[in-house]
């Protein structure tokens, strides 16, 4: 057992903090160089195997009340680390009313010392270059970002009809959409076939409020009934008690947040504007990623026409018999590509709707993470629904050597709950290694060929 005693060396100082910088404290001025703490690690043992850390308050050349530096030129200053936990580790004999180690006995100690010392040195360095490289990649990640954002704003955003189309556009949309300009690009790329307009949102949701009014308080029954109904208006209420699923880890679309409100109304406003589609559970995280990149009126738009698509209007009208064309299609390219992953899913007889309904119904942005699942949108705004298709090879091609050593019931568990923290670079290599041609067929000609067969 190890009992570890933390002596203060220095009454007027009466804080310490093990391996990290001590908080600024009133008081005169210290040297910057002088040891401030001793840490005493003492082993049944062997007693008294003492360490003591010193601990540098500033360094030369760092920034002051008369050197003020950016945060950006102080994030490259830092890049620079250097392991300070064990440069003033030191080993000491017994003390004096004790007897003395033999020589043998005190060398053996000395060498576990140094052998203890060089390892924490070695861990902290590995340590101290990890967060180096971090910082590097978030410098350099800021920089693109700001630099994307800058083009977007003003060399392809003002001449959108001309330059959309253009292969530097696609490379730039492939590498991911800057947040800043991410909802415009949306707007755009989704259009407005159905030339909605702020007006009609208005109506649609005045209406959406007169039917809350009068609609009871939901139950169990009533459920089960407007899960079926033809009258899908009925279904309002069921819009409430699907928000709070939302994104529950962001907690801004729950009751009391600050977008509860407004992803209420757009999905009541649109369960009026199509009574024949009513609200279906999927909608909200469409609704929720929309909601953060657009304003409201922007955000009904788009996810209007959005839902207007062939296939999303196939899922959430549950066409069953159009649903099993996209199924057949996917299931073409599937074997193309992952011949050996398909055999082995052929032989579990998992069938694709166990997880693709899932990831297609929200559009990834259940399945995947949120800044993941806003790059497969970005793609998917230009490409259309094949890359949804797309990236559902791209994530059995990143997981194939995994999905190949599971049974059933674990591969339908591990598609339905993927991992928290997918790379997104990876899993975008996987994207681009999947092949959407069939015997010189392109997706939307197998689709077709699989509606008519």
Same mark, same amino acid.
């Given at each position: 057992?190890?009992?570890?005693?933390?002596?203060?060396?220095?009454?007027?100082?009466?804080?310490?903090?093990?391996?990290?910088?001590?908080?600024?404290?009133?008081?005169?001025?210290?040297?910057?160089?002088?040891?401030?703490?001793?840490?005493?690690?003492?082993?049944?043992?062997?007693?008294?195997?003492?360490?003591?850390?010193?601990?540098?308050?500033?360094?030369?050349?760092?920034?002051?009340? %008369?050197? !003020?530096? &950016?945060? /950006?030129?102080? #994030?490259?200053?830092?890049?620079?680390?250097?392991? @300070?936990?064990? $440069?003033?580790?030191?080993?000491?004999?017994?003390?004096?009313?004790?007897?003395?180690?033999?020589?043998?006995?005190?060398?053996?100690?000395?060498?576990?010392?140094?052998?203890?010392?060089?390892?924490?040195?070695?861990?902290?360095?590995?340590?101290?270059?990890?967060?180096?490289?971090?910082?590097?990649?978030?410098?350099?990640?800021?920089?693109?970002?700001?630099?994307?954002?800058?083009?977007?704003?003003?060399?392809?955003?003002?001449?959108?009809?001309?330059?959309?189309?253009?292969?530097?556009?696609?490379?730039?949309?492939?590498? %991911?959409? !800057?947040? &800043?300009? /991410?909802?415009? #690009?949306?707007?755009?790329?989704?259009?407005?076939? @159905?030339?909605? $307009?702020?007006?009609?949102?208005?109506?649609?949701?005045?209406?959406?409020?007169?039917?809350?009014?009068?609609?009871?308080?939901?139950?169990?029954?009533?459920?089960?009934?407007?899960?079926?109904?033809?009258?899908?208006?009925?279904?309002?209420?069921?819009?409430?008690?699907?928000?709070?699923?939302?994104?529950?880890?962001?907690?801004?679309?729950?009751?009391?947040?600050?977008?509860?409100?407004?992803?209420?109304?757009?999905?009541?406003?649109?369960?009026?504007?199509?009574?024949?589609?009513?609200?279906?559970?999927?909608?909200?995280?469409?609704?929720?990623?929309?909601?953060?990149?657009?304003?409201?009126?922007?955000?009904?738009?788009?996810?209007?026409?959005?839902?207007?698509?062939?296939?999303?209007?196939?899922?959430?009208?549950?066409?069953?018999?159009?649903?099993?064309?996209?199924?057949?299609?996917?299931?073409?390219?599937?074997?193309?590509?992952?011949?050996?992953?398909?055999?082995?899913?052929?032989?579990?007889?998992?069938?694709?709707?166990?997880?693709?309904?899932?990831?297609?119904?929200?559009?990834?942005?259940?399945?995947?993470?949120?800044?993941?699942?806003?790059?497969?949108?970005?793609?998917?705004?230009?490409?259309?629904?094949?890359?949804?298709?797309?990236?559902?090879?791209?994530?059995?091609?990143?997981?194939?050597?995994?999905?190949?050593?599971?049974?059933?019931?674990?591969?339908?568990?591990?598609?339905?709950?993927?991992?928290?923290?997918?790379?997104?670079?990876?899993?975008?290599?996987?994207?681009?290694?999947?092949?959407?041609?069939?015997?010189?067929?392109?997706?939307?000609?197998?689709?077709?060929?699989?509606?008519?067969?």
């Amino acid at each position: 057992p190890l009992v570890t005693q933390c002596v203060n060396m220095e009454q007027r100082d009466p804080g310490w903090k093990l391996f990290g910088k001590v908080p600024p404290r009133e008081g005169p001025v210290k040297d910057p160089k002088r040891i401030q703490k001793f840490v005493f690690l003492w082993f049944f043992s062997d007693p008294f195997l003492f360490f003591c850390h010193q601990e540098y308050e500033t360094k030369s050349g760092r920034a002051g009340p %008369g050197n !003020p530096t &950016s945060p /950006r030129q102080s #994030v490259r200053k830092n890049l620079d680390f250097e392991p @300070l936990s064990t $440069t003033a580790l030191i080993l000491e004999d017994r003390p004096a009313n004790l007897p003395a180690k033999p020589a043998e006995e005190a060398q053996k100690h000395r060498q576990q010392y140094e052998e203890m010392v060089a390892q924490a040195k070695k861990r902290e360095l590995k340590d101290a270059q990890k967060k180096k490289k971090q910082l590097e990649d978030r410098c350099k990640l800021e920089d693109s970002i700001g630099s994307a954002a800058q083009t977007w704003n003003q060399e392809i955003l003002p001449n959108w009809s001309t330059m959309c189309t253009s292969r530097r556009v696609r490379d730039l949309w492939w590498q %991911g959409i !800057p947040p &800043s300009v /991410r909802g415009k #690009v949306w707007s755009l790329a989704v259009g407005n076939d @159905l030339n909605i $307009t702020h007006e009609l949102y208005s109506i649609c949701l005045a209406r959406a409020k007169e039917k809350w009014k009068t609609t009871p308080a939901p139950s169990s029954e009533t459920e089960t009934e407007d899960a079926g109904s033809s009258d899908r208006e009925s279904s309002l209420e069921l819009i409430k008690l699907d928000i709070s699923r939302t994104f529950p880890q962001l907690c801004i679309f729950q009751q009391g947040g600050p977008y509860h409100d407004v992803l209420h109304s757009i999905l009541g406003a649109y369960t009026c504007y199509r009574p024949d589609v009513g609200y279906v559970q999927g909608m909200s995280f469409i609704a929720a990623v929309l909601i953060l990149n657009l304003d409201t009126a922007d955000a009904f738009i788009a996810f209007a026409n959005l839902l207007n698509k062939p296939c999303q209007m196939a899922f959430f009208r549950v066409d069953h018999s159009l649903m099993l064309t996209y199924f057949a299609a996917f299931e073409v390219f599937f074997e193309e590509n992952l011949p050996k992953l398909f055999a082995h899913f052929k032989k579990n007889n998992l069938t694709p709707d166990i997880y693709l309904i899932d990831w297609i119904f929200t559009l990834y942005s259940k399945s995947l993470p949120l800044d993941l699942a806003c790059r497969v949108w970005d793609v998917f705004c230009r490409d259309g629904e094949e890359f949804l298709f797309r990236t559902a090879l791209g994530l059995l091609r990143l997981y194939q050597d995994v999905l190949t050593c599971m049974d059933f019931i674990h591969m339908a568990q591990f598609l339905t709950r993927l991992p928290d923290l997918i790379p997104a670079e990876q899993l975008f290599q996987h994207i681009a290694a999947v092949h959407m041609t069939s015997r010189n067929r392109k997706w939307g000609q197998v689709q077709s060929a699989s509606y008519y067969s």
